[in-house]
């Protein structure tokens, strides 16, 4: 790779992350060996975004820093981007539109097959600069470009499956035809939670479906972005297709209202916050945009007396410490039959004192630091705030001896509805339990949210399964199952957690236009 330092790293067979249980190509991948290497790098090469095929500063040369959430220490620095330069790379995607929409699904196909190819030849490297910049473990990191170039495989598939229809006409002298064309131009807006999947499964669908792309990541993690278009032009895309516009959390806004208001861009798609979602459903109201959001979540667990108590643990343990409770799908909300209740608590107990916090580019850590030290007091403010409401801390409950945006993996017990962790999303490695009798009870408790996003259950009573499945008002269900993410699957919410899917075979949909054909014979 050109822009990469090639790391040498002995890889063998296939596993999956711990957590994640996601693939992961190494079984064994020689952190020890990769540290020397990856520590002694003084700067990435990555110092320019990537706009209409070439890599570009800022036009005032501003730039910001990123750092790494485990060590604090500046791992580089890039353009920090706004209004102008937004409006250029916009203007290429317009341009590049009228020819990539007229490339045929085959090449589309082969383009985002030799994407696929490229990511996971570079799968370790690539997991390497997930884990700098965002801190989590490196299998986990391994697992989510797997998840990541995923996408790009499965929507090289369905790249070629975007049918029309004919229907039958109420008239003989007419005849109705259907055809699906891409929307346009696509902005989308990425979270620092997934660096590299998060992207894949917006830029996929939509290269697909013919639509070219202006893009900005997270101020946290933008440099698997960059390492995605550097990918992306090795796999022959051509330029003004995929653009990547780099700011800071200061220039985000501006950078955003650009996306949302410009007249040449015909779609909207964001993965982050619920609040700042909405900021952009307004904006892009204007010009009446079409809209794919993926916001947040308040997700319930629950654990009925029927259930296998050492599978929930298992279950809780992955779907909430994935990423350190850094995802949206992530359990927030654990309600337990009072009869299982202690039972299941000190199993939940347990499990945690086996995961290990730490530098994700160390051997065997399987809990990274959070993405900053906002998430880190946001966990603080919703511990604090449940303790002084009658909650008990059980296990965990402060800042890692590491320091830094280090967090003890932290259990809770006797929360109420009330509390801030059961109302918002913690978005952090605490686990929430609450305790309930009932079926209607826990129903209602588990709906009493604004955001819909994925549920939980594990129970044993077929009947029981059919209806809270039913009745769960979310987008999403695992059924005792803690792990529901996977490219095959539509993944999106209900409620103010969000408008539309991703991935699955529904997900090109988000880039396509329906178009009715009425011939008159
Ligand atoms: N659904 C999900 O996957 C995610 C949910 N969250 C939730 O949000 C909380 C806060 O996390 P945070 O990172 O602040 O999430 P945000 O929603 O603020 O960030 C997500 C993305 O939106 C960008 N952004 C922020 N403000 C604007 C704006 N006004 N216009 C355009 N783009 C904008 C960010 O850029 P920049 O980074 O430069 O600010 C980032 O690229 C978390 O604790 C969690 O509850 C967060 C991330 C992902
Ligand atoms: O947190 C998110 O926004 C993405 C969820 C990751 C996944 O499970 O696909």
Not at 93 to 115: H, P
Not at 490 to 514: A, M, N, Q, R, T
Request: net charge neutral.
């Amino acid at each position: 790779m050109r822009l990469f330092t090639r790391w040498l790293v002995r890889v063998h067979g296939s596993a999956r992350s711990p957590l994640t249980h996601l693939p992961v190509k190494s079984s064994v991948i020689n952190v020890s060996s990769l540290q020397h290497d990856v520590r002694a790098m003084s700067t990435f090469k990555y110092d320019k975004a990537y706009v209409n095929g070439k890599w570009i500063a800022s036009k005032n040369n501003a730039t910001f820093e990123v750092r790494n959430p485990a060590t604090g220490e500046v791992i580089g620095s890039l353009p920090d981007m706004g209004h102008e330069e937004t409006e250029q790379a916009v203007q290429a995607a317009y341009k590049a539109f009228y020819s990539w929409r007229n490339t045929t699904a085959k090449e589309r196909s082969n383009f985002l097959r030799r994407w696929f190819n490229l990511q996971m030849e570079n799968q370790t490297e690539l997991a390497k600069l997930i884990t700098l910049e965002n801190g989590k473990p490196l299998a986990d990191a391994a697992g989510e470009v797997a998840y990541g170039a995923g996408f790009c495989e499965w929507f090289s598939e369905e790249a070629r499956r975007v049918y029309g229809e004919t229907i039958p006409s109420p008239s003989p002298s007419k005849k109705i035809v259907v055809i699906k064309q891409p929307v346009g131009v696509a902005g989308m807006i990425t979270p620092w939670n997934f660096p590299n999947a998060m992207i894949t499964r917006k830029v996929a669908p939509a290269l697909a479906a013919g639509c070219t792309v202006v893009l900005k990541p997270a101020e946290d993690t933008p440099y698997s972005a960059l390492a995605l278009c550097e990918l992306a032009e090795q796999a022959g895309l051509p330029p003004g297709v995929f653009s990547v516009i780099t700011s800071s959390r200061t220039n985000a806004a501006q950078v955003g209202k650009v996306l949302c208001e410009h007249p040449l861009v015909s779609k909207i798609s964001f993965t982050g916050s619920t609040i700042v979602g909405k900021v952009l459903l307004k904006q892009a109201a204007k010009t009446v945009k079409r809209v794919s959001m993926e916001l947040g979540g308040n997700a319930p667990f629950i654990v009925f007396e029927s259930a296998d108590l050492n599978k929930a643990v298992q279950g809780a343990v992955a779907s909430k410490f994935r990423c350190s409770g850094q995802t949206c799908v992530c359990a927030n909300r654990f309600f337990v039959h009072s009869t299982i209740y202690d039972k299941f608590v000190e199993a939940l107990i347990d499990a945690i004192k086996k995961l290990k916090v730490g530098d994700g580019l160390e051997e065997g850590i399987t809990q990274g630091p959070l993405i900053n030290i906002r998430a880190v007091e946001k966990v603080e403010t919703h511990i604090s705030d449940a303790v002084c409401k009658g909650a008990h801390v059980v296990i965990g409950g402060r800042r890692h001896e590491l320091g830094g945006a280090f967090f003890q993996p932290t259990v809770v017990t006797d929360v109420t509805k009330e509390m801030l962790c059961a109302r918002q999303e913690t978005f952090g490695p605490v686990a929430s339990v609450i305790r309930f009798k009932t079926e209607e009870e826990v129903l209602a408790l588990a709906n009493m949210t604004s955001t819909g996003l994925a549920g939980y259950f594990y129970s044993n009573d077929i009947s029981q399964i059919w209806r809270i499945a039913e009745k769960l008002e979310v987008g999403m269900v695992g059924i005792n199952e803690g792990i529901i993410s996977c490219v095959e699957a539509p993944f999106g919410g209900i409620k103010e957690s969000g408008i539309g899917h991703e991935g699955s075979k529904y997900g090109i949909d988000e880039y396509l236009e329906v178009k009715y054909l009425c011939f008159g014979v």
